[in-house]
């Protein structure tokens, strides 16, 4: 499921277009902004992978495949992943990090920088505290992207990924002024 906002003529030439990843072995769930020089942020598209209810061999070719057309659709020009740190067990560790590597491939195979977050930086990134809910990252996400409704649990984690990235890429751009000044 795609949910688009912006249409293709978006904020400006020096805009940068943004995937964010939130990989899961049951739910992948991605979403693209754009953020311009000025930190301005604009939603263009979110939506969630749901491939459970396969077996998990096919899940793994239904995440890369889903996020190989999604990538063709929206054209991004850098990607940001979720970094997996924990799991309850080594099963399901093991099976998160094979869908995260279907979406990394996805991501590498289109010629994109990928940059990584662990969960904690994203969160603090989106909410402000580290250890935000689910209900409030997205809460806020809907707010920072002028949205009509919540996004999904995993598109809206997706959408912060790419907040997250976009203030991050912010902030070294400025110190790289700072620096050459």
């Known amino acids: 499921m795609l949910n688009v906002g912006a249409s293709p003529a978006s904020l400006s030439k020096a805009a940068v277009r943004i995937i964010g990843i939130d990989p899961g072995s049951l739910r992948t769930g991605y979403g693209i902004i754009e953020s311009d020089a000025s930190g301005q942020l604009l939603h263009v598209a979110h939506g969630c992978l749901n491939v459970s209810g396969q077996p998990f061999l096919e899940r793994i070719g239904a995440i890369y495949r889903g996020l190989k057309q999604v990538i063709?659709?929206?054209?991004?020009?850098?990607?940001?992943?979720?970094?997996?740190?924990?799991?309850?067990?080594?099963?399901?560790?093991?099976?998160?990090?094979?869908?995260?590597?279907?979406?990394?491939?996805?991501?590498?195979?289109?010629g994109l920088p990928v940059h990584e977050y662990t969960a904690l930086?994203?969160?603090?990134?989106?909410?402000?505290?580290?250890?935000?809910?689910k209900e409030q990252v997205q809460s806020m996400v809907r707010w920072l992207l002028k949205l009509n409704e919540n996004p999904q649990a995993?598109?809206?984690?997706?959408?912060?990924?790419?907040?997250?990235?976009?203030h991050h890429a912010s902030t070294r751009q400025r110190w790289q002024l700072a620096v050459s000044r």
């Open 121 to 133: 930086q994203i969160k603090k990134a989106a909410v402000g505290g580290g250890h935000a809910a």
């Open 154 to 166: 995993d598109a809206a984690d997706a959408l912060a990924c790419a907040i997250c990235h976009a």
């Open 72 to 110: 063709g659709d929206t054209q991004p020009n850098v990607a940001a992943i979720e970094q997996v740190f924990m799991a309850r067990n080594a099963d399901s560790a093991l099976k998160l990090g094979q869908a995260r590597g279907a979406a990394l491939v996805a991501l590498l195979e289109a």
